[in-house]
């Protein structure tokens, strides 16, 4: 590595002496590596979803799901060199076209999905088909199979929420491909909500898995609670706001991401904070204005927004908006760096 403009120039030729033996005098580049608080990484930026669903559509006309493996516009963040929408995150908008299967496969990144558009379909996940409609949370944690299907007769869209980069960074980046296009289902389908979605859990010791066991949360019973929910007082940082949990042990779904809903009534702003956690948002209801950092973005039903770690961010409802988003806290608290400052109200 050569040192560009040394803070100490008389010491240009050690410098390069210790570059022969792979070394770096720490002193020139200590407060990239150490600093007082984290830089934000990315820009907060929107992916409408009146632009991307032609792009998307006109994909469909031109590759098939089979062929592309999966069929997904990823949404990369204008202000990072990587593919991702944040330092620690992927997203991306994948399409299954009436008929098409997306083959099913394995990988060590764990995901999450948000479904945005279906008139029927599902993700297998582990022997189980966990339904697919709007609004509706579904997982597919590490090493999980899981492929897609689309038995509607319009087409199937939604957010796609990965690991990658965090993964990737870590160096444990490994995939396989399944024999067949489906996995052999074993579970009636939604089992796994039908089982663990109702303060009950199988009382027989089995082991629990770091990660939710709760594959599919379907819309309608989120947003009931949501709303039940909405009967108390607000929070002025986050409005109603509910995480989705593992039923075992209240935590986050995977232990790399988590996920949450949230209502703001008509009108409602809320008060600016920020946290290390990079958040991407999707809009279920709704419409506002959301200030990040220095950007002021206005979204819409079924927009994508991300604000990047340590940036401080404001939401305005036009109308009763209900907003899912994930982010990488469950990896942050697990690492023990999370941090969120919240400014008087
Ligand atoms: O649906 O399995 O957006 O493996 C990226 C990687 C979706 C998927 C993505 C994937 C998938
Ligand atoms: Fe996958």
Redesign the pocket.
């Known amino acids: 590595m050569m040192i560009k403009n040394p803070i100490h120039p008389h010491l240009a030729d050690a410098y390069k002496e210790m570059g022969k033996h792979s070394t770096i005098p720490l002193w020139e580049i200590y407060h990239l590596l150490v600093s007082n608080e984290p830089k934000p990484m990315g820009d907060p930026n929107l992916w409408r979803y009146s632009d991307l669903r032609p792009l998307l559509l006109d994909a469909g006309n031109k590759i098939s799901a089979e062929e592309a493996e999966?069929r997904?516009l990823?949404l990369k963040n204008p202000g990072l060199e990587r593919p991702g929408i944040a330092q620690t995150l992927?997203a991306?908008l994948?399409l299954v076209m009436p008929g098409e299967i997306?083959p099913a496969?394995r990988?060590t990144q764990g995901?999450i999905r948000f479904v945005l558009e279906s008139t029927g379909g599902y993700t297998a996940v582990e022997g189980e088909r966990c339904t697919m409609q709007r609004g509706d949370f579904i997982t597919?944690p590490s090493w999980c199979w899981?492929d897609?299907e689309n038995t509607g007769d319009g087409p199937m869209i939604w957010l796609?929420g990965?690991d990658?980069p965090l993964v990737n960074f870590l160096g444990g980046k490994f995939a396989e491909e399944n024999e067949t296009d489906q996995q052999p289902i074993f579970r009636s389908d939604n089992a796994s909500v039908a089982t663990y979605g109702t303060g009950l859990r199988p009382f027989n010791g089995a082991e629990q898995k770091p990660y939710s066991p709760i594959f599919r949360y379907p819309y309608d019973r989120s947003r009931a609670a949501l709303m039940e929910m909405a009967q108390g007082t607000i929070d002025p940082y986050l409005g109603h706001k509910m995480i989705y949990a593992n039923p075992n042990d209240g935590g986050h779904v995977l232990p790399t991401i988590s996920a949450f809903l949230q209502y703001l009534p008509k009108g409602f702003e809320t008060t600016a904070w920020r946290s290390t956690e990079s958040t991407v948002f999707s809009v279920v209801e709704g419409s506002g204005i959301v200030r990040a950092g220095d950007t002021e973005i206005r979204f819409e039903e079924s927009d994508t927004f991300v604000v990047p770690n340590w940036t401080a961010y404001q939401i305005t409802a036009d109308t009763d908006a209900v907003l899912f988003s994930f982010s990488d806290r469950a990896a942050q608290e697990k690492l023990g760096i999370f941090r969120e400052e919240k400014p008087a109200a």
Do not use: I, K, P, S
Request: no cysteine; hydrophobic share 45%.
């Open positions: 999966r997904v990823a992927f991306g994948q997306a496969h990988h995901a597919t899981h897609h796609d990965l990658v």
